[in-house]
């Protein structure tokens, strides 16, 4: 049997937490660079949010081509996943439609993000009210909409693969991965990172990344760092389609939501049906949150199903479960250096932030390595915008 991994005593970084974003950042560290690389996660790899991530794989951000272009990005790499590290993920192909009326909010979200999406080459279609009901027959009453747009190579992966993937790669690379150990706090001098001390034992390193998700403004306090984030539970319901249903709409369904709503739907891998909350608003303790949805909560989201696509009022339960999102006040995320010097932060990505792991890990080495990155304007990600503004940008980008 091979030895148990254990904890360096030094390392050039060390990356806090096993979710996509620090498995991501771990992977891109050690390809990219010739840096001693360390991963510590507290559980296991994937326990946190990632692990009960819907995972879906969009493009469409309405007029914010900041998030299209790194959701491409990644969304590329997803699908390469093996070429680029080695390691084999789940990808399905599902488009993602967002239905909207002319002159609403919803539409017009729907309208700014056809136009993004032309204006940067990924595939989309616009189609009209009297085509709705070929395109989309499983949706009762879709030609009541006055359009629909289509994220046409949209898809969906696996949040646990995905993030095992990149642990196991950036190992492969030269990274220590070790699991079953928590940070407790990073050690600092003369205002610089000079360490962390874990309930194993002090690594000495002059980076850190903290990607601890919703657990990293308990770490960032400790070294005096305000990361304005909040924790809240979702809901996740695995439906059985009824007998026959497979065979009259063989793609199931597309990936979509109820304009405006709080909750979305999408193919689950094994022929089944994904219907989930989307801001509950319903804070909660990432240690201690119920982890069985409620039963009015069922009960709503298979109305909800049902009322928009009768036949699945049959559908049975095969499966259900909570996660938690957290997300800054405008729901965009934190990509920055703050505090010490050598501390960064990778956090609140909400419920949109798997998509866009690819990116996040690239962007958190250039910023490691460059203090900048030539992928986006990473002035976006800063954290100093919450002290111009409580709300930040003051608006959200995360309808599903
Ligand atoms: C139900 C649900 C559905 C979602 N659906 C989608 C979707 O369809 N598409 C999409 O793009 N996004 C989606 N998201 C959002 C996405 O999953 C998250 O944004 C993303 O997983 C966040 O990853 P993370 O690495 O930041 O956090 P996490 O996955 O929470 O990882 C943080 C890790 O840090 C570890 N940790 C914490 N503290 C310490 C410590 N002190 N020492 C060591 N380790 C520590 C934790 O154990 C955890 O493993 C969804 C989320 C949920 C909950």
Redesign the pocket.
């Known amino acids: 049997m091979p030895d148990r991994v254990t904890l360096p005593n030094a390392s050039d970084v060390v990356v806090?937490?096993?979710?996509?974003?620090?498995?991501?950042t771990a992977f891109f560290l050690s390809a990219q660079t010739d840096l001693d690389v360390t991963l510590?996660?507290?559980?296991?790899?994937?326990?946190?949010?990632?692990?009960?991530?819907?995972?879906?794989?969009?493009h469409h951000y309405g007029d914010q081509a900041i998030y299209s272009k790194m959701?491409w990005w990644s969304h590329q790499f997803y699908r390469d996943f093996e070429e680029e590290t080695g390691e084999v993920i789940a990808h399905v192909d599902n488009p993602l439609v967002r239905f909207g009326q002319e002159q609403t909010e919803p539409g017009e979200y729907a309208e700014a993000g056809y136009d993004t999406l032309r204006s940067l080459d990924i595939p989309t279609t616009r189609f009209e009210s009297d085509e709705l009901s070929d395109q989309y027959p499983m949706i009762e009453d879709v030609e009541s909409f006055d359009f629909g747009i289509s994220d046409d190579t949209a898809g969906?992966s696996d949040?646990a693969d995905a993030?095992n993937g990149f642990a196991r790669a950036a190992q492969q690379n030269g990274a220590t991965v070790v699991t079953g150990?928590?940070?407790?706090t990073l050690i600092v001098e003369e205002d610089s990172v000079v360490g962390v001390k874990?309930e194993a034992g002090n690594v000495d390193c002059e980076t850190v990344v903290?990607?601890?998700?919703?657990?990293?403004p308990?770490?960032a306090e400790k070294v005096g760092v305000d990361i304005p984030i909040t924790t809240t539970r979702?809901?996740?319901l695995i439906l059985e389609p009824p007998e026959g249903y497979k065979d009259e709409y063989p793609s199931l369904l597309p990936t979509t939501a109820q304009p405006g709503g709080d909750w979305?739907i999408?193919p689950d891998f094994g022929d089944g049906i994904l219907v989930?909350?989307?801001h509950t608003d319903e804070e909660v303790n990432?240690d201690r949150y119920d982890n069985n949805p409620d039963e009015e909560m069922i009960l709503e989201l298979t109305e909800h199903l049902s009322g928009m696509i009768p036949t699945l009022g049959d559908a049975g339960l095969r499966g259900q479960?909570?996660?938690?999102?957290?997300s800054t006040p405008d729901h965009d995320f934190i990509l920055d250096q703050a505090g010490p010097e050598g501390c960064y932060f990778?956090?609140?990505?909400?419920?949109?932030?798997?998509?866009?792991?690819p990116a996040?890990g690239r962007i958190m080495t250039d910023l490691v390595v460059e203090g900048t990155t030539d992928m986006v304007d990473a002035g976006f990600f800063s954290l100093d915008r919450f002290e111009e503004s409580d709300y930040g940008h003051g608006r959200t980008a995360?309808d599903?």
Not at 16 to 24: F, K, L
Not at 181 to 184: D, F, I, M, N
């Open positions: 806090i937490g096993g979710g996509i974003m620090g498995a991501s510590i996660e507290k559980d296991g790899i994937a326990t946190g949010s990632t692990g009960n991530s819907s995972a879906i794989l969009r959701a969906f949040g993030a150990v928590g940070a407790e874990t903290v990607a601890a998700g919703p657990w990293t308990r770490l979702e809901q996740v979305y999408r989930a909350t989307h990432p479960y909570c996660g938690v999102y957290s990778a956090c609140g990505f909400s419920g949109h932030g798997f998509k866009h792991g996040v995360d599903i």
